[in-house]
């Protein structure tokens, strides 16, 4: 009976709120939330008068109001769980309009009352740093706060309540260590001015000519869907990447690569596009178990001041893994109702497999509209890779290798965006629209920012450098995305001193950023032992020049136009002068490709993939010496177990993959075989897979019928 007294007691001394000035959020209010000593009352006042609002404290005004006697006083009458009940009980009476809020640590911890507040304004979730928290409820003298039993520690307790706090923000403010109460106000202010202008965060064509081009304003969730701008640009952001200064960076030094994915993409995704419990859900099944690292994307010493990123712990054994297993779930949710999707990917090897794995992670509904078709060379892919494209048994999805190179399945796809006449067929005939995963996809390049970030953080971690000093990084090159994305990650506010890129003997970028000159003119495609990078159509290379170039879209449509039509095109002096600022480029050999893997295998054990040696070897030659050089390790030296075996100088070479990776695990102290992709080859079946001719109309072809079978089915 005395706690239905109290709750009745409760009721009868609700109070209404009201404000009737205009604000940010109209009539919504501004709700704070964040553990004891985030600031929340402080700052909540500070925001109220900077916007002339009304500023409520639930623990002053509305429970202390309710109960007539201090919250800590009732704490210690009831207990925590009659506490946490009376407590939720008074913030569903109360109500508030266009008021900053300042909700107690513990409101989060009951699902009814944070419901109820939650649907009159927006929840701002002031995010610091656990040990800020310890060292203010220390000088605040409290030792005990909700749900703290006898022999749990406060750092338990905080760790406990964060997944109630991420699970009802809409916005996050991350607060830097040792930033004042009125730099946090600040951050509140603009977080909230963000979530409001949802129409500043669109996205442009990279060949858009500016102001009056055209009227639509294209959203995230647009060009995860549409893939390639319908002019023929790629899309990047209207205006500039989001960027953290050095003591948010500082943040995420120990967190997880979750978390830090999380953080990140959160600044680069607007809550209307994708809600930040959503995107929470996502990262945390792309990143986790899948992987057979738990640090996901780790950073190892390798030798002198090189370190190898190792990006190849995911399903498939390659970097790729790292966007694709979290690009299907945010293209998925993207998608509008009503319609069947085909994703059309072009692969030189890695791309196809990780498209495959990720794309069948979808279930129900999802998965059913979704249809995955991947082109790729037949004699341009390792033989594993091939198995791994081809061995994919799930019923929407399906590879098709092709009688050419990579760079005839990329154009052909492209092509196939540019007709609208075939988009429209398969529209009306089918009700399926085509999308795309390669890396011209924006929400395929976005997921790879996080990695260059995370490796930088991680170093920093380790003590090998502090934050603010420089790196560089040294990326195997072939479609610029993993370039691009290390740009991005610069513009984020990582020190990355400068990009090198790393091109085998197809050496059509380490040319350009040499001479100012892309030329395709009688320049065939000859294959390596590297045969990611064996591309001469570097289609992310469009957003690197838009960027240089200060967002000339006139500039971009006519040198890319040039590209199309005549195989070449020249920048002029002063954007090449703009371009080297960014990046240095080289190439290498075959020969010293597998030199630089016998190598470093003699010094340290470790076996690097041909890729890895490829950004060696170009390290070795441009990078100076005077700070640590990150080598993206793109793949798993499993994939090319052929070339490795040369290398290395190994006889009597096993003819089944299987027991060709077991031969090289005896020969490597690292990295150790990667389950997934043995388990691939332990299981794989012996059918054959589909060759077609170099032709675009046979290419069509295949389209139509992989949406025949995929969505056209009599059940």
């Not at 939330?33 to 909540?44: E, F, H, Q, S």
């Amino acid at each position: 009976m005395g706690l239905l007294n109290a709750l009745r007691a409760a009721r009868s001394t609700s109070k209404s709120w009201l404000c009737t000035k205009a604000s940010l959020l109209g009539d919504k209010n501004i709700l704070l939330m964040g553990p004891p000593g985030a600031g929340k009352t402080t700052v909540g006042r500070i925001v109220a008068h900077r916007l002339g609002l009304p500023a409520v404290d639930v623990d002053d005004d509305v429970l202390e109001t309710a109960w007539k006697m201090p919250v800590a006083a009732k704490l210690v009458e009831v207990g925590g769980e009659r506490f946490l009940e009376e407590e939720g009980q008074a913030l569903c009476n109360f109500s508030s309009s266009g008021c900053v809020v300042s909700l107690t640590g513990s409101n989060p911890l009951h699902d009814a009352a944070m419901q109820h507040v939650k649907e009159s304004g927006l929840v701002v979730y002031l995010d610091v740093d656990g040990e800020d928290i310890i060292r203010r409820l220390a000088r605040m003298k409290v030792n005990r706060i909700v749900g703290q039993e006898a022999g749990v520690s406060m750092r338990d307790i905080l760790r406990y309540r964060k997944r109630f706090y991420e699970k009802w923000l809409d916005v996050r403010v991350l607060c830097g260590t040792g930033d004042t109460v009125e730099e946090v106000a600040e951050k509140v202010v603009k977080a909230v001015e963000r979530y409001q202008s949802h129409a500043a965060e669109t996205y442009i064509s990279t060949r858009s000519e500016g102001v009056g081009s055209s009227n639509q304003k294209t959203y995230f969730s647009d060009v995860v869907v549409e893939g390639l701008a319908t002019d023929g640009g790629l899309y990047v952001p209207k205006n500039s990447f989001p960027h953290l200064d050095a003591r948010e960076w500082l943040r995420l030094v120990d967190m997880s690569y979750p978390e830090r994915a999380l953080v990140l993409l959160e600044k680069c995704v607007h809550p209307l596009d994708v809600s930040a419990l959503d995107l929470r859900t996502m990262i945390f099944k792309a990143y986790g178990s899948n992987f057979s690292s738990e640090a996901v994307a780790p950073v190892k010493h390798l030798i002198h001041n090189q370190y190898v990123l190792e990006l190849f712990h995911g399903p498939t054994a390659s970097f790729k893994d790292l966007a694709l297993q979290l690009m299907p779930q945010l293209f998925a949710h993207c998608l509008p109702p009503m319609c069947n999707y085909l994703v059309l990917v072009a692969t030189s090897g890695d791309t196809g497999s990780a498209v495959l794995s990720g794309f069948s992670r979808l279930g129900g509904a999802d998965g059913h509209r979704t249809g995955v078709l991947v082109f790729f060379p037949e004699e341009g892919v390792s033989e594993i890779q091939k198995l791994q494209m081809t061995s994919c048994g799930e019923s929407n999805a399906r590879a098709v290798s092709v009688l050419s190179d990579f760079d005839f399945c990329q154009r052909s796809i492209k092509r196939m965006f540019g007709e609208s006449g075939l988009a429209g067929y398969l529209a009306v005939e089918y009700g399926t629209v085509l999308s795309t995963a390669n890396s011209i996809n924006w929400a395929r390049l976005l997921p790879q920012v996080v990695y260059h970030s995370s490796a930088y953080l991680d170093l920093c971690r380790d003590g090998v450098i502090k934050f603010g000093e420089p790196v560089d990084v040294c990326i195997p090159t072939g479609n610029f995305g993993n370039a691009m994305s290390a740009v991005y990650a610069k513009q984020m506010g990582i020190p990355i001193r400068k990009v090198i890129c790393a091109s085998n003997h197809n050496r059509v970028v380490a040319d350009f950023i040499t001479t100012g000159e892309y030329d395709l003119r009688a320049r065939p495609l000859m294959l390596s032992h590297s045969p990611a990078i064996d591309i001469l159509k570097s289609s992310n290379l469009e957003r690197f020049v838009h960027h240089v170039s200060g967002g000339d879209g006139r500039l971009v449509k006519e040198l890319f136009t040039h590209l199309d039509t005549q195989q070449h095109f020249r920048v002029s002096e002063h954007l090449l002068g703009r371009i080297r600022e960014e990046v240095l480029a080289g190439w290498c050999s075959e020969d010293d490709c597998l030199a630089a893997i016998q190598s470093v295998h003699a010094q340290t054990g470790y076996v690097m993939d041909t890729h890895t040696a490829v950004a060696k070897v170009v390290a070795d030659r441009l990078q100076d010496g005077s700070c640590p050089v990150v080598l993206c390790s793109t793949a798993h030296y499993g994939k090319f177990a052929p070339a490795v075996f040369k290398a290395l100088q190994i006889q009597n070479i096993p003819e089944d993959p299987v027991e060709q990776l077991k031969k090289l695990e005896a020969k490597a102290s690292g990295p150790e075989t990667h389950r997934d992709m043995m388990k691939c080859l332990e299981e794989r079946g012996s059918k054959g897979h589909r060759v077609c001719q170099a032709e675009y109309s046979v290419l069509v072809e295949e389209v139509e019928s992989m949406i025949q079978d995929s969505f056209m089915k009599v059940l």
